[in-house]
């Protein structure tokens, strides 16, 4: 391909005697190949450039060419290092982008790396463990510390609030009992709309009701005492006539007790009309059978005369 960039494989360069890779692109006119451009690049120079970029961690950059030589490494740039685990591991992955734990020179290192394949390189950085561990425990520690500052802060802002909330519950509770004593000219000043400041209006209204309450059946007192009053004379009034009507009582049943002793009398002379009456009864019944035996006898008396004729 006429437009593609074609690079070497790193090669010592004669004339510095450095490692370096040349890149070559075709020089076209229109159709037609007239020649081509070059360009020679120190691997040293590639190195240095890369890892002036701050990858943080204390970590640096290495670029591998398809074969595992090292186009960019802080020190073995140029060298062939595909004989590393991790470097055999790296040219065997297909995976485009990835990450590998594994142990390099005895210590603990991850590498990232994503492979180019239009160049057929892989660019990665590699991290110590150690590193890598220690800016995480900085960072536990940050969190921990930011942690307690807002717990801090969180008790501080509940601690005022609390008090806030708890100061009008208090002085609700202080009147309240200011009023099971009997005291019902206290009154709470209501400062704001919240569910303490309703409660605190209700217990206003409440008392205000309680003194209605009081006044009327005070006025209900004084109107029942009056009515007692009143009672009293009508029932002294009801006393005196009662005496009266005893006294009339008493010579009624003194009138009654001469009238029962006339009555005896009367009832004794009724009893012995009553015998002379049933004397004159049985008397006129007698009188009665004789004139019928009479009329028989006058009968049979006719009967016989008629027979006689």
């Known amino acids: 391909n006429p437009n593609e960039v074609i690079w070497s494989a790193p090669y010592v360069d004669s004339s510095t ?78 995976t485009e982008t990835s990450s590998l734990h594994t142990s390099i020179d005895g210590k603990g290192s991850v590498i990232v ?85 309703r409660l605190s209006q209700h217990f206003n209204d409440m008392l205000e009701n309680m003194k209605k309450i009081i006044s009327v059946v005070k006025d209900s007192s004084n109107h029942v005492e009056e009515r007692s009053h009143h009672l009293s004379a009508l029932a002294e009034e009801t006393s005196a006539s009662s005496m009266e009507v005893s006294r009339a009582v008493n010579d009624i049943a003194i009138g009654a007790t001469t009238s029962s002793e006339n009555a005896d009398a009367v009832t004794d002379s009724s009893s012995m009309l009553g015998e002379k009456i049933n004397e004159m009864t049985n008397q006129t019944t007698a009188l009665h059978d004789i004139t019928m035996k009479a009329n028989k006898l006058n009968d049979v008396g006719r009967d016989k005369m008629s027979e006689l004729f």
């Open 17 to 94: 005697g450095e490692y370096a890779i040349a890149g070559s692109k075709a020089v076209m006119n229109g159709n037609e190949v007239v020649g081509v451009i070059g360009v020679d690049i120190l691997l040293s120079s590639l190195t240095d450039m890369i890892s002036s970029i701050n990858l943080g961690y204390e970590g640096y950059p290495i670029i591998l060419d398809g074969t595992g030589t090292a186009i960019v490494h802080p020190s073995q740039f140029g060298e062939n290092l595909s004989g590393e685990e991790y470097v055999a591991h790296i040219l065997s992955d297909t």
């Open 113 to 197: 790396y994503h492979k180019m394949p239009e160049l057929g390189w892989t660019v990665g950085s590699i991290y110590q463990t150690d590193q890598l561990q220690g800016t995480a425990n900085s960072i536990q520690v940050l969190i921990i510390i930011f942690a307690v500052v807002i717990l801090v802060i969180t008790f501080v802002i509940l601690y005022f609030f609390i008090t806030k909330t708890l100061k009008p519950i208090n002085t609700l509770g202080s009147l309240m009992g200011q009023v099971a004593e009997g005291d019902l000219t206290v009154k709470i000043d209501v400062n704001s709309n919240d569910e303490i400041g």
